[in-house]
């Protein structure tokens, strides 16, 4: 299977993002268009939509699934990267090295366990790679099975476990994956790519 990726410029980008969001019932507060603007403006970036036919109607080509990584500094200033910065120190290296981070992403329902997250992230991986990250990182919860299982599947390792007091359901997991070229020949997806305008 061939997969299509659409690969999006800053403002239309967190438009599409606001809009595909809506499918999306787990995350409890879905992200503006303002804020995704907000945090990519200054940085490196890179906004992936794959998109597929629908079953019933093939002539008619929608947004199954989004990913959204950026540059993750050592010295951020906004508070939450910030934030993220000192969770991480320890476990990754920011000093003289470039790290990508894995910022939010999806697939809406009916199009799970198709491969369409798998593409988005290999496609950000040789993207990465091509402009001279070393590491890629992302946080997710402990209770976000499936996400947890696609990232072992891409074969990204645990850096940093944090208990949640009472549920560990809400824990936090760190994961990271080095970047070489290695990766990029393991990857298994086909994908076309086309820039949105």
């Given at each position: 299977m061939e997969y299509l990726i659409k690969q999006y410029p800053l403002e239309?980008?967190?438009?599409?993002?606001?809009?595909i969001e809506e499918f999306f019932g787990e995350f409890p507060r879905k992200k503006t268009a303002d804020e995704i603007t907000g945090r990519l403006r200054d940085r490196e970036f890179l906004i992936l939509m794959a998109e597929a036919p629908l079953p019933d109607d093939p002539g008619l080509v929608v947004p199954v699934s989004f990913k959204v990584v950026h540059e993750l500094r050592a010295d951020e200033r906004e508070p939450k990267l910030r934030d993220l910065i000192e969770r991480l120190r320890g476990h990754v290296r920011f000093e003289g090295?470039?790290?990508?981070?894995?910022?939010?992403?999806?697939?809406?329902?009916?199009?799970?366990?198709?491969?369409?997250f798998r593409a988005l992230t290999e496609e950000s991986e040789a993207w990465a790679l091509t402009s001279g990250f070393h590491e890629v990182v992302v946080k997710t919860k402990n209770r976000f099975y499936d996400m947890r299982g696609t990232l072992d599947?891409?074969?990204?390792?645990?850096?940093?476990?944090?208990?949640?007091?009472?549920d560990n359901r809400e824990s936090k997991v760190y994961l990271s994956k080095?970047?070489?070229?290695?990766?990029?020949?393991?990857?298994?997806?086909?994908?076309?790519?086309?820039?949105a305008h």
């Amino acid at each position: 299977m061939e997969y299509l990726i659409k690969q999006y410029p800053l403002e239309r980008g967190a438009l599409e993002i606001q809009y595909i969001e809506e499918f999306f019932g787990e995350f409890p507060r879905k992200k503006t268009a303002d804020e995704i603007t907000g945090r990519l403006r200054d940085r490196e970036f890179l906004i992936l939509m794959a998109e597929a036919p629908l079953p019933d109607d093939p002539g008619l080509v929608v947004p199954v699934s989004f990913k959204v990584v950026h540059e993750l500094r050592a010295d951020e200033r906004e508070p939450k990267l910030r934030d993220l910065i000192e969770r991480l120190r320890g476990h990754v290296r920011f000093e003289g090295r470039k790290v990508l981070y894995s910022w939010i992403g999806g697939t809406r329902r009916d199009w799970r366990g198709q491969g369409q997250f798998r593409a988005l992230t290999e496609e950000s991986e040789a993207w990465a790679l091509t402009s001279g990250f070393h590491e890629v990182v992302v946080k997710t919860k402990n209770r976000f099975y499936d996400m947890r299982g696609t990232l072992d599947q891409l074969e990204f390792d645990v850096v940093k476990y944090e208990p949640h007091d009472s549920d560990n359901r809400e824990s936090k997991v760190y994961l990271s994956k080095q970047l070489s070229s290695d990766v990029v020949r393991g990857h298994r997806s086909t994908r076309t790519v086309v820039y949105a305008h």
